[in-house]
């Protein structure tokens, strides 16, 4: 791709040379065991969106990361309250990114993922009908899917009453999907974060304070904390920060 906005590694080993898009991939990498990535992006006083939504708190070194990591994974995992409100089209490719993945023996798109227990989804989304890849809804038992969903998506169902979030996870393992990339809603951090899901976090500070009102990454009943050691620190030439936390 076209690089416009330097990003720089701050820590460790500093360097003031640009990182491209290779030295990005092997910083950031797959895992060689099941692994659940989130990305989330917040302003300096711990905002997730600007004006209702995340776009505002996400400039060029930001997308290029959020690209990257889509490279990287099986699936790409969000919940349905994110992919209505966000808008979220098919998950796409561009070639370069596409080559890659045949290049080690990856399908071309990664598949969507979408956590739902109520099923409140639309088949004529984008996300659905215009997918690469046959998406799949992670929801439980007692769920009922809208009229046209099936014929769009594979239903999973895991849990009675709720979705049961590790089973799903170990589902998706099951299917060859180990490689994940959560990205979001705030509930959904909030609930794999209780269930112990979360192996690494990787996060983009954008250098603005968006004031009182809008809420938190993470969201839901009160949890434990979760140790996640500092892996690396990138800045862009624009101000903003990339940390990258995950688990020993």
Not at 117 to 144: M, Y
Request: hydrophobic content about 45%.
């Amino acid at each position: 791709m076209t690089v416009g906005i330097p990003i720089r590694r701050l820590w460790p080993e500093p360097s003031v040379e640009p990182v491209d898009d290779a030295a990005l991939t092997a910083l950031y990498g797959r895992a060689d065991r099941p692994r659940l990535r989130v990305n989330f992006v917040s302003s300096l006083d711990g905002a997730v969106t600007v004006d209702g939504y995340s776009a505002g708190l996400s400039g060029e070194p930001d997308k290029r990361v959020f690209g990257l990591l889509r490279m990287l994974c099986d699936a790409l995992v969000v919940a349905a309250g994110t992919l209505r409100h966000e808008g979220y089209r098919a998950v796409r490719l561009d070639e370069g990114r596409r080559a890659w993945r045949r290049a080690n023996g990856l399908a071309a798109y990664p598949t969507l993922v979408v956590v739902s227990g109520a099923l409140d989804l639309d088949p004529a989304q984008a996300a659905f009908a215009d997918a690469p890849v046959r998406p799949i809804v992670l929801t439980h038992s007692d769920a009922e899917p809208p009229p046209g969903l099936t014929d769009v998506a594979d239903l999973l169902r895991c849990g009675t009453g709720r979705v049961d979030l590790a089973a799903a996870l170990a589902e998706l393992h099951g299917r060859g999907l180990t490689q994940l990339l959560c990205e979001g809603g705030p509930h959904l951090l909030g609930a794999l974060t209780a269930a112990d899901l979360v192996d690494e976090l990787c996060l983009t500070v954008a250098p603005l304070l968006a004031g009182p009102g809008p809420g938190r990454i993470t969201a839901g009943d009160a949890t434990g904390p979760t140790h996640l050691p500092l892996r690396h620190v990138l800045a862009a030439d624009d101000g903003v920060l990339m940390l990258r936390h995950a688990r020993d």
